[in-house]
C-alpha cells in the first residue's frame, strides 16, 4: 500500500526552464510533506518542507505547493540548473506526535545544458 | 561541520553471517532511524529511536536488531543476513515530530 506515490520516474528539463516534480498521497492523516534531493553515493539532503496549514512555500529557486483537497503537492524548480539534476524524493508524516516519515519512489530529473 | 556519519560506506558480508553497520551524529538530535533502501524503491523504515524509546515498525524481520547505547551513537545488527538484505540501508536524525530527518550517506551492504 503505497501512501505516498510519485508517478513519474523520471522527468528531462531543458536548463533555465521550469521543473515540477508532483507527489500524490492517499493518507488524509498527513500533515507534514517535505522533498530530498538525492545525488549518486549520497544520502538524501533536506531541500524544503511545507505544513497542512500552509498551501505554498518558497526558498529561493524552490517552490513547494500543496492542495490538501487533491491530496496532491508539487516541488517546482525555476530556473532549472544542471546541478538540479538528482533524484528527488518526497515524503509526508502526520497525526501529532508522529515522527516517521512515508516517502515516495523518487523522481529522476535530468536537467539538459 | 554537525552531521550524521555512516560507517562502513561499503560492507560485504557472507551468507548467513552476522554484520553491524553504525551510524553517529553530532547533531544532538533526539530521534535516530534506520531505513533499508533497494534500487528504485522508496527507502523503508525499519524502526527508529526516540531517546531511548526503541519503535520496531510492523513488517521489520526479525533478523534486525538495533541498539543505542547513547545519544550519538546507532547500531544495525543483522543477525543472519540472507541474499534479500543485500541494500542501501541508511541512518538518519532529527529533533522529533514535525521536523526534517537528516540522512548519512548509507552503507552499501552486499552478500556473498
Known amino acids: ?113 | 561541520d554537525a552531521m550524521v556519519i555512516q560507517n562502513p560506506r561499503y560492507q560485504v558480508t557472507q551468507f548467513g553471517k552476522p554484520v553491524t553497520l553504525s551510524c553517529s551524529q553530532t547533531l544532538n538530535h533526539n530521534v535516530m532511524y534506520w531505513y533499508q533502501q533497494k534500487s528504485s524503491q522508496a527507502p523503508k523504515l525499519l524502526f527508529h529511536y526516540y531517546d531511548k524509546d526503541f519503535n520496531n515498525e510492523a513488517d521489520t524481520p526479525d533478523n534486525f536488531q538495533s541498539r543505542r547505547p547513547n545519544t550519538s551513537f546507532c547500531f544495525l545488527d543483522i543477525r543472519s543476513p540472507g541474499l534479500g538484505d543485500a541494500a542501501m540501508y541508511l541512518c538518519a536524525t532529527s529533533r522529533g515530530t514535525g521536523q526534517p530527518q537528516h540522512f548519512g550517506d548509507g552503507t552499501r551492504l552486499s552478500i556473498l
Open chain 1, 1 to 113: 500500500d503505497q501512501q505516498v506515490k510519485q508517478n513519474s520516474p523520471s522527468l528531462s528539463v531543458q536548463e533555465g526552464r521550469i521543473s515540477i516534480l508532483n507527489c500524490d498521497y492517499t493518507n488524509s492523516m498527513f500533515d507534514y510533506f517535505l522533498w530530498y534531493k538525492k545525488y549518486p553515493a549520497e544520502g538524501p539532503t533536506f531541500l524544503i518542507s511545507i505544513s497542512s496549514i500552509k498551501d505554498k512555500n518558497e526558498d529561493g529557486r524552490f517552490t513547494v505547493f500543496l492542495n490538501k483537497s487533491a491530496k496532491h503537492l508539487s516541488l517546482h524548480i525555476v530556473p532549472s540548473q544542471p546541478g538540479d539534476s538528482a533524484v528527488y524524493f518526497c515524503a509526508a508524516s502526520g497525526d501529532f506526535g508522529n515522527e516517521k516519515l512515508t516517502f515516495g519512489t523518487g523522481t529522476r530529473l535530468t536537467i539538459i545544458p
